[in-house]
C-alpha cells in the first residue's frame, strides 16, 4: 500500500470513529481522506452521513452520487440514500430502489435496512421474509436483533430473547441489543438476572439513562421504593427526556 493510499486510508477511520461523538471533526478527517484518495465510494459515503447529520443535505447529496457513481452497490450509500427518500416521504421511490438494488444482489446490510422500512410501514410479515433473507447472505447482527423485535410485539418473549442473544454473538457490545435484551428478561420474570444487565449498561452512555429507568421499575416491583426514587432520579439526570415518560416499565432503546 503506497504511503497516500495509506494516510487516506488511516484519516478514513479516523472520522468513523469520530462520527458520533464530533461530526464536525469526522467531517475534516472525511475530507482529508478524499484530498489524497478522492475516488473512493466509501469515503463519499461516509462524508455524506456526516454531512447529513450536520443538516447540509444538498452537500451530502453531491457525495452521495459520487459514491453510487463510482460503486452502485456501496452499502452505506445505498442505505442512507433511502433513509433520505423516507424523511423526504418519497417512500414508494425508496421501496423501488431497495427492490432494485436487492434483484442485483445487495449485501445482508441492505436487505436488514429494506426490512427496517417495511416494518416502519407496519408490513410486518414482509419485514421478517427481508431479515430472514438477510441471515440466508451471511447475516447481521441487526437481522437478528429486528426479527427480536418483532418477537417482543407479539409476546413471543423466550424467542425474543434466544434472537438477542444470536445478535449479541456478532456486536457483543451493542448497547441497544443488551438493553432490549434486558427488557426481556425483566418480561419473563427473570428480574436478578435483568437487573445484574442494566447496572452493567448504567456505565454505558448510550443507554444509562434507560437502563437507571429499567433498575428503578425493578425495586418499584420489589417494594423497593426508596431504592427505586433513587435509581429514577439518576435516570432522569442522565437522560432528562425520560421525565416525560410513564415510569411504569423499563424503557427500551
Given amino acids: 500500500m503506497s504511503d497516500t493510499k495509506l494516510a487516506s ?4 477511520t479516523l472520522g468513523t470513529a469520530y462520527i458520533d461523538a464530533d461530526p464536525v471533526f469526522a467531517e475534516d478527517a472525511f475530507r482529508r481522506s478524499l484530498q489524497l484518495e478522492p475516488g473512493v465510494a466509501a469515503v463519499h459515503a461516509a462524508l455524506a452521513e456526516v454531512l447529513t447529520r450536520l443538516n447540509r ?16 452497490q456501496q452499502e452505506q450509500a445505498l442505505a442512507l440514500q433511502m433513509e433520505l427518500l423516507v424523511a423526504e416521504g418519497l ?3 425508496a421501496i423501488a430502489r431497495f427492490v432494485t438494488a436487492t434483484a442485483n444482489g445487495a449485501s445482508a446490510r441492505i436487505i436488514t435496512s429494506f426490512g427496517d422500512l417495511l416494518a416502519r410501514l407496519g408490513l410486518r410479515e414482509d419485514a421478517a421474509a427481508r431479515y430472514h433473507e438477510a441471515l440466508r447472505c451471511g447475516g447481521t447482527s441487526e437481522a437478528h436483533a429486528n ?3 418483532l418477537a417482543v410485539d407479539e ?12 445478535a449479541l454473538k456478532l456486536d457483543p457490545m451493542s448497547s441497544e441489543v ?13 428480574l436478578d438476572d435483568a437487573a ?5 449498561l448504567t456505565d454505558d452512555p448510550d443507554v444509562a439513562g434507560a437502563a437507571w429507568w429499567g433498575l428503578a421499575a425493578i425495586n418499584d416491583a420489589r417494594g423497593d421504593c426508596d431504592v427505586a426514587m433513587a435509581a429514577r432520579l439518576r435516570a432522569v439526570q442522565t437522560d432528562p427526556e425520560l421525565a416525560r415518560r410513564c415510569d411504569t416499565a423499563p424503557v427500551g432503546a
Fill in 9 to 12: 486510508t488511516q484519516f478514513h
Fill in 57 to 72: 443535505y444538498a452537500e451530502a447529496a453531491t457525495h452521495l452520487r459520487r459514491a453510487l457513481t463510482l460503486d452502485p
Fill in 155 to 166: 409476546g413471543r418473549f423466550e424467542e425474543a430473547l434466544a434472537g438477542f442473544d444470536r
Fill in 196 to 200: 445484574a444487565q442494566f447496572s452493567v
Fill in 178 to 190: 443488551r438493553l432490549n435484551r434486558a427488557n426481556v428478561l425483566v418480561e419473563l420474570g427473570r
Fill in 147 to 149: 426479527l427480536a423485535l
Fill in 91 to 93: 417512500v414508494p421511490e
